[in-house]
C-alpha cells in the first residue's frame, strides 16, 4: 500500500478510539482504582490534560514536516539510522503491547465462555482475525472501525446508564483517594494511558493535510478522556473500594448486573459481541502498523509478506506470562507506565532535533 490519501478526519478518529478506548472492556477502571483507589475518574481526566498538552506541542513541531510520518521526520535528522532506529523503537513498543494486550483478551475470553479450552487455542482464535484484518490492510480496518465504533459507543453507554441504579456517590469519598501525591505526581506515568495516539504519528502519509492530523488527534483524545472517565467514574460509583479490585474485567462486571423483568436479562452477552469486535479491530489494526513499520524503517516494498512472521512473534511473546494475573500485572505496571516514553517522548525528541536542524538549514541557505 503506497502512502496516499485513503480516508479522512471520521475514520481517523473512529481507528484512534480503537486503539486508545479498547482498554476499557480490559482492566483499565481497575487499573486506575489500584494506583488511585475512587479518585480512578480524576486521574484519568488529570492524565488526559497532560497528554493533550503534549500533542498540541508534538503537532506545534509537526507544523515544519506536513505529510510526513515519524518514520520519515527521523530519517531527515539523521538519515537511514535515524529511520531504522526509530522503527525498531515503536516496532517493539507495538510487538509488546499487542502481545500482552493480545493474552489479555485471550485469557478474559476463556474465563468468560471457553472456560475448558487451552489458552493457545483461545489465542489462535483472535490471532486468526488479526491475520485476516491485517491483510485487508489499512483502509478496509479504518473503515469497519467508522462503522463499528458508533455501534460500540451507543451499547456501550446504554450499558453505562443502565448501571445507574446501582450507584452510591460515597463510594467517591474521599476526593483523593489514596492522596494527592499517588494522585498528582505518581499519576503522571499514567499519561500512558493515551499511547494509542502513537498510531496517529505512523498514519500522517494516509490522512491528507496537517488540518486532518491535527482536528483527528485532538477530537481523538477528547472523546477518549469521555469514554475513559465515565467507565471509571461507574465503576467506582458502583463498586467501592477496595472491593473495586476484585474484578478483572469491570465492564464485564457491570454487564452483569443489568436486569429488567424476565424477559430483558444477561446484558452481558451483548457487551461479549461489542467487547469481541473492539478487540478484533484493535489487534488487526496493531498488527498492520507492526508490519508496516518495518517495512518502512526497511525500505520493502510490502507489508503483507511480513505478517505471518510477526504474527508468529506476538503469539509467542504472548504465551510467555505464565497466569492471568501475570498479564493484568504486565498491562498496569509496565505498559501503562513506561508507553510514554515512546509515545511523547520519542515523538517529541526527534520531532525538536529535527526542527532545529531544519532551521539551521534555511539559515544557512
Not at 42 to 57: E, Q
Not at 85 to 98: A, K, P, Q, R
Not at 169 to 175: A, D
Request: hydrophobic share 55%.
Amino acid at each position: 500500500m503506497g502512502d496516499k490519501i485513503i480516508f479522512g478526519k471520521r475514520e481517523t478518529i473512529s481507528f484512534l478510539l480503537i486503539f486508545i478506548c479498547n482498554q476499557i472492556f480490559l482492566s483499565f477502571p481497575r487499573n486506575m482504582a489500584e494506583s488511585v483507589g475512587n479518585a480512578g475518574w480524576i486521574l484519568t481526566i488529570y492524565t488526559a490534560v497532560i497528554s493533550l498538552i503534549l500533542f498540541l506541542i508534538i503537532s506545534m513541531l509537526y507544523k515544519n514536516f506536513e505529510g510526513k510520518d515519524l518514520l520519515d521526520v527521523s530519517e531527515f535528522l539523521a538519515g537511514g539510522f535515524g529511520r531504522i532506529t526509530v522503527g525498531m523503537i515503536f516496532l517493539i513498543d507495538y510487538i509488546f503491547i499487542i502481545a500482552i494486550t493480545l493474552r489479555e483478551y485471550a485469557e478474559d475470553l476463556k474465563v468468560i465462555s471457553l472456560t475448558e479450552s487451552p489458552i493457545s487455542f483461545v489465542m489462535l482464535f483472535f490471532a486468526v482475525g488479526m491475520i485476516i484484518g491485517a491483510f485487508l490492510g489499512l483502509e478496509p480496518l479504518v473503515r469497519m472501525a467508522a462503522i463499528s465504533v458508533p455501534v460500540i459507543a451507543v451499547v456501550y453507554l446504554m450499558i453505562i446508564l443502565s448501571a445507574a441504579r446501582y450507584f452510591n456517590f460515597s463510594n467517591l469519598t474521599p476526593v483523593f483517594g489514596t492522596g494527592p501525591y499517588d494522585l498528582f505526581a505518581e499519576g503522571i506515568s499514567r499519561i500512558s494511558v493515551f499511547s494509542g495516539i502513537s498510531a496517529l504519528f505512523l498514519a500522517i502519509p494516509f490522512l491528507g493535510t496537517y488540518d486532518n492530523y491535527k482536528k483527528s488527534g485532538v477530537l481523538a483524545l477528547l472523546l477518549s478522556t469521555l469514554f475513559l472517565t465515565l467507565g471509571t467514574l461507574v465503576y467506582s460509583l458502583t463498586l467501592p473500594y477496595p472491593n473495586s479490585l476484585s474484578n478483572f474485567l469491570p465492564m464485564y462486571f457491570i454487564s452483569r448486573l443489568i436486569s429488567y423483568g424476565i424477559f430483558f436479562q444477561r446484558i452481558e452477552s451483548i457487551f461479549i459481541l461489542v467487547w469481541a469486535t473492539a478487540a478484533f479491530i484493535y489487534l488487526s489494526i496493531g498488527l498492520f502498523f507492526t508490519a508496516h513499520v518495518f517495512k518502512k524503517a526497511f525500505w520493502l516494498k510490502y507489508h503483507r509478506p511480513l505478517i505471518l512472521p510477526f504474527t508468529i512473534i506476538i503469539f509467542s511473546i504472548a504465551l510467555v506470562p505464565q497466569s492471568l494475573m501475570e498479564v493484568i500485572f504486565l498491562d498496569n505496571i509496565v505498559i501503562r507506565r513506561f508507553a510514554w516514553i515512546v509515545t511523547f517522548g520519542v515523538t517529541f525528541v526527534v520531532l525538536l532535533l529535527a526542527t532545529l536542524k531544519k532551521k539551521m538549514k534555511e539559515g544557512n541557505a
